[in-house]
């Protein structure tokens, strides 16, 4: 769904990476502009920030992005199996 259409709650999770490629900022300032700002949303491969696969992405610039989503966010993180605390989950406490 495009962000300007999401009404109800949800959970995104945000993946969508190749090497010299990361649309990770514009979807996090596309959520921005979203009615809801309220959805849960996973960020994965975190033990990348800062690196060139990335784009050089680092976790301030995805930090001031969530926070500008919501500034109640809370921003936590959960083991895979490729490392430790390697998704970022951003959530408004309940």
């Not at 190749?18 to 921005?32: F, Q, V, Y």
């Not at 975190?46 to 921003?75: E, K, S």
Request: charged share 20%; aromatic share 8%; glycine share 4%.
């Amino acid at each position: 769904a495009l962000a300007t259409e999401m009404h109800e709650h949800c959970t995104i999770y945000l993946d969508a990476h190749i090497k010299g490629s990361n649309p990770l900022l514009d979807e996090l300032r596309a959520l921005r502009r979203a009615p809801r700002n309220d959805h849960i949303i996973l960020i994965d491969d975190v033990r990348m920030f800062g690196t060139p696969d990335w784009c050089g992405i680092t976790f301030a610039q995805a930090h001031a992005l969530l926070l500008a989503i919501n500034p109640l966010y809370q921003l936590s993180y959960e083991d895979t199996f490729n490392a430790p605390g390697d998704v970022l989950v951003a959530q408004v406490p309940q």
